[in-house]
Every structure is written in structure tokens, then in C-alpha cells.
């Protein structure tokens, strides 16, 4: 849904802040869902929604459904999230694969992928951070 009342609209421009918001946006959650954030200028979030939900073990990526929500939010920066609700929130070769896509796509879109985080039973772990984005 979007965002209504902008004085607490969270910021996520550090590693800490984005891993704590997606932590919150996931607790408590049985089946993995993959999330689109859009973020203005000032890197506030515009606009935040699970897109893709799916089962205990997989969310299918409908790269359709992931553009057209940074269309409707307007939006040129974004961050995509998703949990792995039983465990570790190291990516996947699969995870890996997914974001060079996405990343492809919004390159041809101009939109920027800031970052791909993975929620796991209570932590998070940004590919920016561990270097995962520098390789796509």
C-alpha cells in the first residue's frame, strides 16, 4: 500500500536501516514473498508491497508484476527483498540468477536496483553489501 504519512516514512539509505525495515516487514511470515520497494530521490520509501507470494521453499519472480508496480510508484530507485522463512538468508545460486535479471531489466528501464535483500529466520543480508551486486 502506499505510503500515507510521510513524517515516518523510513529512510533506508545505510545497510542498517534497510536490513532492520525488511526484518519487521517479514517477521512472523510461513511462505516466502518476494517485495518491491520504490524509493524517491532522498531515498524514502514512495511506495512498498509484496508483489509475489509463494510457498514454504520458493516464490515465483513475474518480472511483469515487479515492473509494473515501479511504473505505477514512479519510481527511478528500487530495493527488492525477499524471506527464506525456515532459514539462512545467504542467497541462492537461484537468488543470484534472479537479481541479474531484474537488474538487467531495469537497466534497459532506467531504473536502479540499489539492492537485493534476503530475510532469514532473524537477520539479513544485503547483496550489496556482501558484494553479490558488483558481480552482475
Known sequence: SYVKNVKNVATLDNIE???EFF???YFGAKNEEIKVCCLDNDMKIRYCTTVIEGG???ATVDMRKIVETVFRANATYVI??????NGSPVPSDEDIAVTRTIKST?????IVLLDHVVVGKNTAISMKQMGYMDLL
Open 80 to 85: 527488492i527483498a525477499h524471506n527464506h522463512p
Open 17 to 19: 536501516t534497510i536490513n
Open 23 to 25: 526484518t519487521s516487514e
Open 106 to 110: 531495469f537497466d534497459l528501464l532506467d
Open 56 to 58: 514454504i521453499k520458493k
